[in-house]
Nanobody
Framework: VQLQASGGGLVQAGGSLRLSCAAS????????MGWYRQAPGKQRELVAS???????NYGDSVKGRFTVSRDNAKKTVNLQMNSLKPEDTAVYYCNVREYSSSSHYQDTWGQGTQVTVSS
């Protein structure tokens, strides 16, 4: 699986951005797609993910502001980010997690895209 992310950039606080990620290659039927982010000096953290059945999971800091969606036929995942805050500034990574069993999975990462929110 290969991932190609797009979107990101510079926006003022309170603004919006949309990230998109397209997967190519074969993906296990049981999977989740989503976004993680990493700010300088911090660990990578979950932003949002969505399973192939549409179940979503959000990081606490983005709940109510960000929305994740996916198109299974096109193998794409999108992240709509509204009401952006300076603390949302980070490199955002697209992720696909493929499950071979309930306890075993493989992660694939995209190249990362910078999101900068100015105050």
């Amino acid at each position: 699986v290969q991932l190609q992310a797009s979107g990101g950039g510079l926006v003022q606080a309170g603004g919006s951005l949309r990230l998109s990620c397209a997967a190519s290659g074969r993906i296990f039927s049981i999977n989740s797609m989503g976004w993680y982010r990493q700010a300088p000096g911090k660990q990578r953290e979950l932003v949002a993910s969505i399973t192939s059945l549409g179940s979503t999971n959000y990081g606490d800091s983005v709940k109510g502001r960000f929305t994740v969606s996916r198109d299974n036929a096109k193998k794409t995942v999108n992240l709509q980010m509204n009401s952006l805050k300076p603390e949302d500034t980070a490199v955002y990574y697209c992720n696909v997690r493929e499950y071979s069993s309930s306890s075993h999975y493989q992660d694939t990462w995209g190249q990362g895209t910078q999101v900068t929110v100015s105050s």
